[in-house]
């Protein structure tokens, strides 16, 4: 999360009254990069039949703090909002993730470890790396991690609209990060 963005959180924060420190905010973030920063190009898809996925189709470590105390799963999405030409593309629909969890590790989300696997875009239930045309520019990746008090037993390949539609009233606190890639 880049700092005005924490700094406008803590701020409205402060002004509801609210007793938090922007230490104490639910945060993600990876080792890999930081936010709103570019994403090297091992995390890129690679798919035989799209010459815009150029990469490893590594998924890269993320790692969160300071959930909500009464959070049952997390649900992570991976979004491109300049994707199919502005129409949005999911590359990662993951949920069921452990309440205990902190983290992610590297390669993890495209091996399908310790979560349930939605469907993203491309059809796949896993991690679905960046494909941007070249020319297209950098476009930004946004990470978002949901604290639900949703238990974990959310059926496998739910798209990105049926999982917001059982979320629905169910979410507690969510945290972003944005990487950028582009050809």
């Known amino acids: 999360m880049n700092k005005t963005l924490k700094w406008a959180l803590w701020s409205s924060l402060m002004f509801y009254g609210a007793s938090v420190s922007a230490s104490e905010l639910f945060m993600l973030q990876s080792p890999a990069f930081a936010d709103n920063a570019l994403m090297e190009k091992k995390f890129a898809g690679n798919a035989k039949n799209n010459p815009n996925c150029t990469g ?3 998924s890269p470590a993320l ?3 300071n ?3 009464n959070t049952k799963s997390f649900v ?3 979004h491109d909002p300049e994707g199919a030409k502005g129409l949005g593309v999911t590359h990662l629909v993951a949920y069921n993730i452990s309440p205990s969890a902190t983290g992610i590790a590297a390669n993890d989300l495209r091996d399908g470890k310790n979560f349930t696997g939605g469907k993203n875009t491309p059809g796949t239930t896993a991690w679905y790396g960046p494909c941007p045309p070249p020319g297209s520019g950098a476009h930004h990746y946004v990470f978002t991690l949901i604290a639900t008090d ?3 037993d959310l059926p496998e390949g739910l798209t990105r609209d049926e999982l917001m539609a059982k979320l629905k009233g169910k979410a507690l606190a969510a945290a972003g990060l944005i990487g950028r890639f582009g050809q």
């Open 56 to 58: 490893e189709n590594t």
């Open 63 to 65: 790692i969160w703090s």
């Open 67 to 69: 959930p909500p105390v």
């Open 76 to 78: 992570l999405i991976m």
């Open 150 to 152: 949703v238990p974990p």
